[in-house]
């Protein structure tokens, strides 16, 4: 009985004394305690290491970039010698005026793109570099070459498997394709798994990485360079006024629907990348002697063995591992995006998607990567990491220029806002239901998370919501493994009418046709 006692008064003390600390907690604190545990076991096994010569390779980025070699040699590196029509599709040379769908195909792209074009372009490159020298670029662009033929694969499938509904709008992505697919395939029961798996997943990284992240460093963006947490009136305390502010543009985007997005995307995506690279450009053009250099830099850091940059291990990983995450090929979010496209042959869009990863990371990072390594700023010890050093090296031109990334940033957080609040969207309404009121809800609830998310300590939130982010890769490549011969059929017979001279309209027969022509 006095065991008993002891044991209940030492429980009750402690629980008195847990009850205590959390009520000096402030908000964001207890949320941080709450969900931490979960968040860093969940975190720990999506991005497990794998121990390479004294280096640790996250296990997940081994997943993807095995699917993108793999995929890459088996389609006879359709990234690159299908680059010339993606561009002729994307400029509307096999346009279909009455063919499903609700956006073009350069409408689809700028969507899609807006959804990765972001804080990994700006960030992710500064601290790949930072850590990995500056032969993590040539790494990189390596991924965004590979990530091409990922890209093509999914989107194919995307809109092979969409669901067009009676309003004209379409669903789809790898929740449909996993699971009418695998079906076809005679494995129901796994795709139904799959499919309801990425789609609890892809609800978590909308609202975590796609949403709560973005608005966060945006409102620290804007923050800083408005007076800082003291000067800014945005700061000490009213953050979350500005995210107020973001939610209501956010939401007048999104309750219209993939063609109010669209609309947004393809004028925002242009000028959201024209605002950073002529920045860039400036930077550039002011240290232009020092350019042969960097490129030197670039390709001698790429295959050194030396202990700079972590050796050639080192920054392979680094380089590697910021290109595939930055343009987020294997993961599938793109494919929902791209499935709402107008076109009756599916492989078409697959071209237009591979032109995703090549602007995120072989453009827009080269280009912060380039500004970074010819200033310097990368071997300067009070640069900072991330944002910190791009900004740096942006200031070392003209003054005002953290200005200009601030707006970057900014533009770049709110694309990739209204593009994931697409991508959670069609998640949820495979779960629960295509209707008007599982519509109305999901818009309202991620815009109830831009305000939150403005003034947290994000801390275990992003752990979490970048684990389910890159959990999606997880049954999406599994489906694109299982699918793949369905997509390079369809490439075989699109390349077997692109080739002919017969100026035939773009129809699911022409395609047939001149495929049967040629096999014959």
């Not at 604190?29 to 004294?54: M, N, R, T, W």
């Not at 793109?334 to 496209?341: K, P, R, T």
């Not at 700023?377 to 070392?396: E, M």
């Not at 005002?400 to 990334?405: D, E, K």
Request: with cysteine; net charge neutral.
């Amino acid at each position: 009985m006095k065991k008993f006692s002891l044991a209940a008064a030492l429980s009750l003390g402690a629980c008195s004394n847990l009850f205590a600390q959390t009520n000096t907690m402030s908000v964001d604190e207890k949320i941080d305690a709450a969900i931490g545990p979960a968040a860093q076991f969940i975190s720990d096994i999506i991005f497990y290491e794998l121990p390479v010569a004294g280096y640790g390779i996250p296990l997940i980025l081994v997943w993807l970039l095995a699917g993108a070699l793999f995929f890459t040699v088996y389609l006879g590196f359709i990234n690159i010698r299908g680059f010339r029509y993606a561009l002729d599709i994307v400029r509307g040379k096999y346009n279909q005026a009455d063919a499903p769908g609700e956006v073009s195909h350069f409408q689809a792209l700028t969507a899609a793109v807006s959804g990765t074009v972001g804080l990994g372009n700006i960030a992710g490159v500064a601290i790949a570099i930072s850590l990995g020298g500056p032969g993590a670029t040539f790494w990189m662009i390596m991924a965004g070459l590979l990530g091409m033929s990922t890209k093509f694969v999914s989107c194919t499938l995307g809109v092979k498997y969409r669901d067009n509904h009676a309003d004209g709008t379409v669903s789809g992505g790898p929740m449909h394709y996993l699971n009418k697919g695998m079906r076809e395939r005679g494995m129901a029961g796994l795709g139904k798994f799959l499919a309801a798996f990425f789609a609890i997943m892809c609800i978590g990284g909308a609202i975590g990485a796609g949403n709560m992240f973005q608005i966060n460093q945006a409102t620290q963006q804007f923050v800083a360079v408005t007076g800082g947490e003291a000067g800014s009136w945005f700061g000490d305390g009213n953050a979350w006024i500005f995210g107020l502010i973001m939610a209501v543009l956010v939401g007048l985007v999104i309750l219209g629907g993939m063609k109010s997005i669209a609309r947004v995307t393809e004028k925002v995506v242009p000028l959201m990348c024209a605002i950073y690279i002529i920045a860039a450009t400036v930077v550039l053009i002011s240290n232009f002697k020092l350019i042969p250099g960097a490129f030197a830099a670039i390709f001698e850091g790429a295959f050194s063995t030396s202990a700079v940059g972590g050796g050639l291990v080192g920054v392979m990983i680094q380089g590697l591992r910021r290109g595939m995450f930055s343009n987020e090929a294997g993961i599938g979010s793109a494919s929902i995006a791209h499935s709402a496209v107008k076109t009756n042959v599916p492989v078409t869009e697959g071209f237009v998607a591979s032109l995703e990863p090549f602007i995120d990371t072989v453009i827009v990072c080269t280009m912060t990567a380039l500004v970074i390594v010819v200033t310097g700023a990368y071997q300067l010890d009070a640069a900072g990491d991330g944002i910190a050093l791009t900004s740096t090296a942006f200031a070392t031109v003209i003054n005002w220029f953290p200005i200009v990334l601030a707006a970057a940033v900014i533009l770049f957080a709110f694309s990739t806002m209204i593009t994931w609040s697409y991508y959670g969207l069609k998640s949820w309404t495979y779960l629960f239901g295509n209707t008007k009121t599982t519509n109305i809800s999901f818009k309202v609830l991620f815009c109830a998370f831009v305000v939150l998310g403005a003034p947290m300590q994000l801390g275990s939130v992003v752990a979490f919501s970048d684990a389910m982010l890159f959990a999606m890769s997880i049954p999406n490549m599994v489906g694109l493994y299982m699918m793949a011969p369905t997509v390079k059929r369809e490439m075989q017979d699109f390349l077997a009418y692109a080739r002919s001279d017969n100026n035939k309209p773009l129809t699911k027969e022409a395609v047939r046709t001149e495929a049967e022509a040629t096999n014959a």
